[in-house]
């Protein structure tokens, strides 16, 4: 009787085991969807030089809240998983800028030029936990 018992016992354990595993998860997954919603709903989509604004200002306090490091420039450090970076790809002068430049150069500036400017989403890249790690926006008028 004991034996069965036991058996019984180990059984239950095994089972609250995976059952716990499965809901870690998926809990896990369900988080890192709903913070990717906030950016994959930009991929391959034209919008305006205010949401370029939105999106920086999401990445970096996602970065801040995630307290990802920086490094002696002041970029954000990728960290391998919940580090964003954003680069944007200006058509007037070819040049490629990180969202941190534009962010410490002032997004008020940025709105101001770029407000009814268009941009697109046209790279997105994800970490191994599946959240997003990287968007390139390019410029697509002038």
């Known amino acids: 009787?004991?034996?069965l018992a036991i058996i019984f016992l180990i059984?239950?354990?095994i089972i609250v085991g995976i059952a716990y595993?499965?809901?870690s998860y998926k809990a896990s997954y369900n988080e890192a969807r709903k913070e990717n919603n906030q950016f994959e709903s930009y991929?391959?989509?034209e919008f305006y030089g205010a949401d370029v604004v939105?999106?920086?200002n999401k990445a970096y306090d996602n970065n801040l809240t995630n307290a990802v490091e920086k490094d002696e420039n002041g970029i954000f450090k990728e960290n391998d998983i919940n580090s964003i970076k954003i680069d944007i790809k200006m058509l007037d002068n070819d040049t490629t800028y990180?969202?941190?430049t534009l962010y410490s150069g002032g997004m008020d500036k940025f709105v101001q030029f770029y407000n009814s400017i268009k941009f697109?989403?046209?790279q997105i890249e994800y970490h191994l936990n599946?959240?997003?790690k990287y968007l390139l926006i390019e410029q697509i008028t002038q």
């Open 43 to 45: 991929y391959n989509q």
């Open 98 to 100: 990180n969202m941190e």
């Open 11 to 13: 059984g239950v354990v």
């Open 120 to 122: 697109k989403c046209t």
């Open 1 to 3: 009787m004991k034996k």
């Open 130 to 132: 599946n959240k997003v």
């Open 54 to 56: 939105t999106l920086i």
């Open 21 to 23: 595993m499965y809901l």
